[in-house]
């Protein structure tokens, strides 16, 4: 081997090197806040939310992201197509997990903002139909990316409607004084 390894000029140890582990490392600031990266990767310094544990043939241990552990690969990383569908399989399911969130937070407001959702038009213009009744309908009988769009599309509208209604009641607060 007359290439020195990516891992070894950063002096993280000599390769060849193992994938003796992984794991999600997330932090989140408070319960409502976004999830961040909980990790640091030895080898670049980014935050990152996959942790590679890496141990060198010198017995060095350190961790790197998704990224680096597949872009260093030349010298001898073993197992890396095994974690990589790990990985792919670990963000599927976390995809997954959102995606019901998004579906269940969709229904609740359709239930609870169902009368402002029942005066606004179908999406298509079908005529007596409302956005109530598409929702009703897709929630019912679409798959999984047609309840999330259909989520997101009530979420986005009745966002729009009560920013419009507290402008409105602004402007008439204002024209009061
Ligand atoms: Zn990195």
Known sequence: MDKIHKFEQAGLGLAPYKVTGWDREVYKASPDAPIQPGGTCDYCGQGIMYV????????????????????????????????????KIHKAEMRRAKDRTTIAQGNILLRENRDMLATTPHPHGFENKTLADYADWMFKTAG??????????????????????????????????
């Open 52 to 87: 590679f544990n890496i141990e060198s043939s010198d017995g060095k241990r350190f961790d790197v992201g998704s990224d680096c552990v597949l872009k260093s690969g030349e010298a001898g990383i073993v197992n890396m197509w095994f974690v990589k569908d790990e990985v």
């Open 144 to 177: 999984i990316t047609g309840q999330v769009k259909t989520a997101k599309l009530i979420k986005n509208i009745i966002e729009k409607k009560y920013l419009f209604i507290s402008l409105y009641c602004l402007q008439i607060k204002t024209n009061d004084v």
